[in-house]
T-cell receptor, first 113, second 112 residues
Framework: DTAVSQTPKYLVTQMGNDKSIKCEQN?????MYWYKQDSKKFLKIMFS???????INETVPNRFSPKSPDKAHLNLHINSLELGDSAVYFC????????????FGPGTRLLVL | QKEVEQNSGPLSVPEGAIASLNCTYS??????FFWYRQYSGKSPELIMS????GDKEDGRFTAQLNKASQYVSLLIRDSQPSDSATYLC????????????FGKGTLLTVNP
């Protein structure tokens, strides 16, 4: 009965490769997010989707492309991976609203060699 | 640039003491404020939310908000070693997209 799940949990890959991370939530939320947490633990929003519509798109290289096939899923595809992409990527979900809590997935630890 | 500032710590307190964590934010239009706890290697989890000026208490945790000073704090009473974690302050600055901006977190260590 995991609320927000991500796969894979760990991802080790070579520079230049393309990889995807998947996220699913079973909370019935209408909004999903991708965050990047760097080695200094700074958590920064990358993208947000509401009802499959992109509503937040921060300054992120266009090598990163989110896709939301439905309200319960948000995937992140990364092309031409670089060393600086190494980080923990968290998916989160919430209902849309000022006071709504965001619930985070367990994270995907990406290491680019 | 809308910013959320926290002392990175580490903040070290003895078991049973009060831990005080502070956060300031730059956008006066901010409307919702959250404290998340993150254990090493784990994901952030919400421990407190506060929306209006004053104090909000939940068990050993008290959140305090002062919008005039653009300041939000978290007090942890009777600190336990299990409270040792990084505490992230998050601010929702409003607008239709309800984006959360996080501070860089304060590492708290509670010594037995």
């Amino acid at each position: 009965d995991t609320a927000v799940s991500q796969t894979p949990k760990y991802l080790v890959t070579q520079m230049g490769n393309d990889k995807s991370i998947k996220c699913e939530q079973n909370l019935g939320h209408d909004t999903m997010y991708w965050y990047k947490q760097d080695s200094k633990k700074f958590l920064k929003i990358m993208f947000s989707y509401n009802n499959k519509e992109l509503i937040i798109n921060e300054t992120v290289p266009n090598r990163f492309s989110p896709k939301s096939p439905d309200k319960a899923h948000l995937n992140l595809h990364i092309n031409s991976l670089e060393l600086g992409d190494s980080a923990v990527y968290f998916c989160a979900s919430s209902r849309r609203g000022m006071k709504e809590t965001q619930y985070f997935g367990p994270g995907t630890r990406l290491l680019v060699l | 640039q809308k910013e959320v500032e926290q002392n990175s710590g580490p903040l070290s307190v003895p078991e049973g003491a009060i831990a005080s964590l502070n956060c300031t934010y730059s956008d006066r239009g901010s409307q919702s404020f959250f404290w998340y706890r993150q254990y090493s290697g784990k994901s952030p989890e919400l421990i407190m939310s506060i929306y209006s000026n004053g104090d909000k208490e939940d068990g050993r945790f008290t959140a305090q908000l002062n919008k005039a000073s653009q300041y939000v704090s978290l007090l942890i009473r009777d600190s336990q070693p299990s409270d040792s974690a990084t505490y992230l302050c998050a601010v929702n600055v409003g607008g239709s997209n309800y984006k959360l901006t996080f501070g860089k977190g304060t590492l708290l260590t509670v010594n037995p």
